[in-house]
């Protein structure tokens, strides 16, 4: 291939030769030795010898470091007896790249060599055979190498690595590699005789070579400080276990899709499977299944899949028949093979094969993604899979199993420190059969809360990253689950959330609130239903919802502690919310009388709710605190109110009018 390269870039006619420059240019640095005839041919074949020799040369060295191809080279061109002339002109100073040496040995094959009055197609073909030649002894050294077992290095490696039980051996033998890895890597300091090369990355006492630059993962060559200072070496030197091992490592790069430091940096969490009690071969079998087809989880398709329509409603499915029934979300199509581009870390074994040990590394889906973003397919896979399988499960970020056996762990499901979201919500990170569905409940709606409020699908973004805030504040108080419906509804322009997704939210809250006790809801609920004894909304707006709520509150703000007490402040807020309901009558006022209510029982309601709001809220809870009645609090507690006033509006309705679209009960 180099031979016709030349005669392509250095053709026989057309271009002058460049010989006589360096000729003269030799002449003039004093490069040959005394009395040697520069007066040779200047010719576009001296050009085509010394080019096609300076290069092949060079790639044959590289190849064969030991092997003498000057020589070789000479001898065939019949010019042995150049060769002290040949060393003392490549060995010169001022060079600069140019091959002056293969320029004088081509101007002297043609002037009084063998090549004298050749033609251009007999110089061709003496390129040719020299071109053979080289090839023919480097072909020769391939095949024996062939020939040699490089595998005894690896078995050392195995040996030293791998230990059953007190090696007394084993350990004798290591101490002795230390010794000689310590020794090589003093040796490799030194300069001239006696110095050794040492690997660049492990510095171990294995075979060492030059690395082959199609063993680079990154880049055509990595800068490496383990090389001698002031050399003109740059390619470093590593051994046949590192070799290996990035060998390995570009076949699982080029199969799972990412390249470069995106494949280093991708931010790999593993789950570990391990049997409740034993596996069986019926087990077994299901779980290979379900590991060579196992896929990351579309969140947009699994609310989908957990969306129901039922009595004209919106409902999501959390039940366990539900969540075991997501096959087709899980598990990608059956294929004879596995696919070719595999974004999850697996192993693959021959069918027939039998295993009893599966792991499995689940990359997250976006570049550069956060550490939040890297767990949220691992905890959701962790918590469902021992759902659907007879499985415990360890999720962690170790590439090493933490666990040798499945009876050392006692409970189903283990998050070895995962984010702080997970840990949030989930509250522990070891998980006992009984309590795996909740958190699972828990998990997903906290997910699907997210991807209300926090994710950007125009843009494709689920913005993961945003959800360590969410998991913190649902956990700290359910209440918050209905600041990112607020949040949701504000981000789609409405004036008020529907029906459905209100209803939606307090099955959200309920899930929070089973799974941290408690119930902070009964406060809201309360205030609700003692509001809508005397008074509904006529507008569809937040604002007409929780006009009572935000009477009572301005008027504790603006009454002064001095001339009010507790008795005092409840007379306040009934006396403005009887004003507000005078004026309401009067078609002055936004809203409307509760329907079925006379004057007598909207008074009875409003001193009911005047004194719970104002002794239970503001000063058996806030504990009088006014600054409180401005904060987050109460703003949290009126989105509360409002779903729940939403909720029971469209249930008065619905048993009224239960042919009616939903929509009339907010007319």
Same mark, same amino acid.
């Given at each position: 291939?180099?031979?016709?390269?030349?005669?392509?870039?250095?053709?026989?006619?057309?271009?002058?030769?460049?010989?006589?420059?360096?000729?003269?240019?030799?002449?003039?640095?004093?490069?040959?030795?005394?009395?040697?005839?520069?007066?040779?041919?200047?010719?576009?074949?001296?050009?085509?010898?010394?080019?096609?020799?300076?290069?092949?040369?060079?790639?044959?060295?590289?190849?064969?470091?030991?092997?003498?191809?000057?020589?070789?080279?000479?001898?065939?061109?019949?010019l042995t007896g150049e060769r002290e002339t040949f060393d003392v002109i490549a060995n010169a100073k001022g060079q600069g790249g140019v091959?002056? %040496?293969?320029?004088?040995? &081509?101007?002297?094959?043609?002037?009084?060599? *063998? +090549? $004298? /009055? !050749?033609?251009?197609?007999?110089?061709?073909?003496?390129?040719?055979?020299?071109?053979?030649?080289?090839?023919?002894?480097?072909?020769?050294?391939?095949?024996?190498?062939?020939?040699?077992?490089?595998?005894?290095?690896?078995?050392?490696?195995?040996?030293?690595?791998?230990?059953?039980?007190?090696?007394?051996?084993?350990?004798?033998?290591?101490?002795?590699? %230390?010794?000689?890895?310590? &020794?090589?890597?003093?040796?490799?300091?030194? *300069? +001239? $005789? /006696? !110095?050794?090369?040492?690997?660049?990355?492990?510095?171990?006492?294995?075979?060492?070579?030059?690395?082959?630059?199609?063993?680079?993962?990154?880049?055509?060559?990595?800068?490496?400080?383990?090389?001698?200072?002031?050399?003109?070496?740059?390619?470093?030197?590593?051994?046949?276990?590192?070799?290996?091992?990035?060998?390995?490592?570009?076949?699982?790069?080029?199969?799972?899709?990412?390249?470069?430091?995106?494949?280093?940096?991708?931010?790999?969490?593993?789950?570990?499977?391990?049997?409740?009690?034993?596996?069986?071969?019926?087990?077994?079998?299901?779980?290979?299944?379900?590991?060579?087809?196992?896929?990351?989880?579309?969140?947009?398709?699994?609310?989908?899949?957990?969306?129901?329509?039922?009595?004209?409603?919106?409902?999501?499915?959390?039940?366990?028949?539900?969540?075991?029934?997501?096959?087709?979300?899980?598990?990608?199509?059956?294929?004879?093979?596995?696919?070719?581009?595999?974004?999850?870390?697996?192993?693959?074994?021959?069918?027939?094969?039998?295993?009893?040990?599966?792991?499995?590394?689940?990359?997250?889906?976006?570049?550069?993604?956060?550490?939040?973003?890297?767990?949220?397919?691992?905890?959701?896979?962790?918590?469902?899979?021992?759902?659907?399988?007879?499985?415990?499960?360890?999720?962690?970020?170790?590439?090493?199993?933490?666990?040798?056996?499945?009876?050392?762990?006692?409970?189903?499901?283990?998050?070895?420190?995962?984010?702080?979201?997970?840990?949030?919500?989930?509250?522990?990170?070891?998980?006992?059969?009984?309590?795996?569905?909740?958190?699972?409940?828990?998990?997903?709606?906290?997910?699907?809360?997210?991807?209300?409020?926090?994710?950007?699908?125009?843009?494709?973004?689920?913005?993961?990253?945003?959800?360590?805030?969410?998991?913190?504040?649902v956990a700290a108080d359910s209440l918050y689950t209905f600041y990112y419906l607020k949040k949701w509804q504000r981000s789609n322009d409405?004036?008020?959330?529907?029906?459905?997704?209100?209803?939606?939210?307090?099955?959200?809250?309920?899930?929070?609130?089973?799974?941290?006790?408690?119930?902070?809801?009964?406060?809201?609920?309360?205030?609700?239903?003692?509001?809508?004894?005397?008074?509904?909304?006529?507008?569809?707006?937040?604002?007409?919802?929780?006009?009572?709520?935000?009477?009572?509150?301005?008027?504790?703000?603006?009454?002064?502690?001095?001339?009010?007490?507790?008795?005092?402040?409840?007379?306040?807020?009934?006396?403005?919310?009887?004003?507000?309901?005078?004026?309401?009558?009067?078609?002055?006022?936004?809203?409307?009388?509760?329907?079925?209510?006379?004057?007598?029982?909207?008074?009875?309601?409003?001193?009911?709710?005047?004194?719970?709001?104002?002794?239970?809220?503001?000063?058996?809870?806030?504990?009088?605190?006014?600054?409180?009645?401005?904060?987050?609090?109460?703003?949290?507690?009126?989105?509360?109110?409002?779903?729940?006033?939403?909720?029971?509006?469209?249930?008065?309705?619905?048993?009224?009018?239960?042919?009616?679209?939903?929509?009339?009960?907010?007319?």
């Amino acid at each position: 291939m180099i031979a016709r390269g030349t005669f392509k870039v250095i053709p026989s006619e057309g271009k002058a030769s460049s010989a006589g420059k360096r000729f003269e240019a030799m002449a003039q640095k004093g490069m040959a030795p005394t009395g040697v005839d520069l007066e040779l041919p200047v010719d576009i074949r001296v050009d085509q010898l010394a080019e096609f020799c300076a290069m092949a040369v060079s790639i044959a060295e590289v190849a064969m470091p030991d092997k003498d191809f000057v020589g070789l080279a000479l001898k065939e061109l019949s010019l042995t007896g150049e060769r002290e002339t040949f060393d003392v002109i490549a060995n010169a100073k001022g060079q600069g790249g140019v091959p002056y %040496a293969w320029y004088y040995t &081509a101007g002297a094959y043609l002037g009084h060599g *063998k +090549g $004298r /009055g !050749a033609s251009p197609e007999e110089w061709q073909t003496v390129i040719e055979r020299l071109a053979e030649t080289i090839a023919h002894a480097i072909e020769n050294k391939t095949a024996k190498e062939l020939n040699v077992d490089r595998w005894d290095d690896l078995r050392v490696y195995v040996q030293r690595v791998l230990t059953f039980g007190l090696d007394t051996e084993n350990t004798a033998s290591l101490k002795e590699t %230390a010794a000689l890895e310590l &020794a090589r890597y003093s040796a490799a300091k030194a *300069k +001239g $005789r /006696g !110095a050794t090369t040492v690997c660049s990355l492990c510095s171990s006492a294995y075979e060492i070579e030059p690395q082959r630059e199609a063993g680079l993962l990154f880049a055509p060559q990595v800068y490496t400080n383990k090389q001698p200072l002031h050399g003109s070496k740059a390619i470093r030197n590593i051994c046949t276990i590192c070799e290996i091992e990035m060998m390995l490592r570009q076949i699982l790069m080029n199969h799972g899709g990412a390249l470069g430091s995106r494949f280093e940096g991708r931010r790999v969490r593993y789950l570990y499977f391990y049997p409740t009690y034993f596996f069986t071969p019926e087990t077994l079998a299901q779980l290979r299944i379900l590991y060579n087809r196992l896929k990351r989880v579309s969140f947009t398709s699994l609310r989908k899949a957990l969306l129901i329509e039922q009595n004209g409603h919106t409902k999501l499915r959390l039940d366990a028949g539900s969540l075991q029934k997501l096959q087709p979300l899980l598990m990608e199509p059956e294929t004879d093979g596995p696919p070719q581009k595999d974004k999850m870390f697996r192993l693959h074994f021959p069918e027939k094969q039998p295993v009893t040990f599966y792991f499995l590394g689940v990359p997250p889906p976006s570049r550069d993604a956060k550490d939040a973003e890297a767990w949220v397919n691992p905890a959701f896979l962790a918590l469902l899979l021992p759902l659907a399988l007879d499985v415990k499960v360890v999720a962690s970020e170790s590439p090493l199993p933490l666990l040798t056996e499945a009876d050392e762990l006692d409970e189903t499901v283990f998050l070895d420190a995962p984010h702080a979201f997970v840990s949030n919500l989930m509250g522990k990170e070891r998980i006992t059969l009984e309590g795996l569905l909740p958190q699972l409940q828990a998990l997903t709606a906290a997910y699907c809360i997210h991807m209300d409020a926090n994710a950007n699908f125009k843009k494709a973004d689920y913005r993961w990253h945003a959800i360590p805030p969410l998991a913190r504040n649902v956990a700290a108080d359910s209440l918050y689950t209905f600041y990112y419906l607020k949040k949701w509804q504000r981000s789609n322009d409405a004036d008020m959330a529907p029906v459905d997704k209100a209803r939606l939210y307090l099955q959200f809250e309920s899930i929070f609130t089973a799974l941290k006790g408690g119930n902070p809801m009964s406060h809201a609920r309360q205030l609700t239903e003692d509001y809508m004894q005397f008074y509904r909304h006529k507008r569809r707006n937040s604002n007409s919802i929780l006009r009572p709520i935000s009477i009572a509150s301005r008027a504790i703000l603006k009454a002064d502690p001095r001339l009010f007490d507790r008795e005092g402040l409840t007379e306040a807020v009934r006396g403005e919310l009887r004003d507000f309901m005078d004026r309401v009558g009067k078609g002055s006022a936004d809203g409307r009388f509760a329907p079925g209510s006379n004057w007598e029982s909207r008074e009875v309601a409003m001193r009911r709710f005047a004194e719970y709001f104002v002794g239970t809220i503001f000063h058996d809870i806030m504990r009088g605190d006014k600054s409180a009645l401005r904060g987050k609090q109460l703003n949290l507690m009126k989105n509360a109110c409002e779903v729940i006033y939403r909720d029971a509006a469209t249930k008065e309705w619905d048993d009224k009018h239960p042919d009616d679209e939903e929509d009339s009960a907010e007319e």
